[in-house]
């Protein structure tokens, strides 16, 4: 299983604002797969791999609807991330899968991929996540959440990880958790140059155990220019001596 440094993983449940500005979406940090804070629109948490992204959005929580279908659409991803929450992914896939068929937004679709991803149905979960990307281009946590499903799955795909990663990176260049993971999958490639920027990054906007990886991919980056510089030298040196 390939395998990366500890990154975040963010969750995605609770209905708020679809088009809330990023500045208005709160982010908390918490341990791995916690409770969620049912008072923000977006939360975070933290996991074994790469991060999985965060509450998910519909509508605004004082927001009304005349229309008995977009209602009906409501009230199932309502339902089913009640139903999240309570730790019954089946049936909450099932209602957020009855309000995809409804309505199609990019939080219901959101929402199912995550129970899809719970559910370890990790290809379900990337292609109802690229749907809700096309929905709504702007969000940097379907392209994490992809990111994430593509590091977990069976046969894992950092190269297309580190795709999603590095759009979500240009979209939200001071995110500090994608700044992280992002980091995280490229010393996994070996890019480590690249990586040590990320996690400088990410330490800047407020990660501190990015202080422990920077160190350490300072160390191999200086253990391969050490190591480089040692074959040089050999290599001078054996080509001095077959002159002589």
């Not at 109802?128 to 281009?137: D, G, M, R």
Request: proline share 3%; charged share 25%; glycine share 4%.
């Amino acid at each position: 299983m390939f395998s990366v440094a500890k990154p975040f993983f963010r969750q995605a449940i609770r209905s708020g604002a679809a088009t809330a500005a990023p500045a208005a979406q709160h982010r908390l940090l918490s341990s791995l797969r916690g409770c969620a804070s049912k008072t923000s629109v977006h939360t975070r948490q933290e996991g074994a791999r790469i991060s999985y992204r965060r509450w998910a959005s519909s509508t605004t929580a004082h927001s009304t609807t005349t229309d008995p279908a977009e209602a009906e659409a409501l009230q199932c991803l309502e339902e089913g991330t009640q139903k999240l929450e309570d730790g019954d992914v089946q049936a909450a896939k099932a209602l957020y899968q009855r309000s995809v068929e409804i309505k199609r937004t990019a939080s219901s679709l959101f929402n199912l991929g995550v129970t899809h991803y719970h559910l370890k149905e990790y290809d379900d979960a990337i292609a109802v996540w690229k749907e809700s990307i096309a929905l709504q281009p702007s969000s940097t946590d379907a392209h994490m959440n992809i990111a994430s499903a593509y590091i977990i799955s069976p046969v894992s795909r950092p190269d297309l990880a580190l795709h999603h990663l590095s759009v979500a990176a240009s979209l939200a260049p001071d995110d500090a958790e994608i700044a992280f993971n992002l980091a995280a999958v490229l010393e996994s490639c070996g890019r480590l140059e690249e990586a040590l920027k990320y996690y400088k990054r990410s330490k800047t906007y407020g990660v501190e155990r990015a202080d422990v990886h920077i160190r350490n991919v300072s160390a191999k980056i200086l253990g391969q220019k050490m190591k480089a510089a040692e074959e040089e030298l050999a290599k001078e040196q054996k080509e001095s001596k077959s002159d002589s």
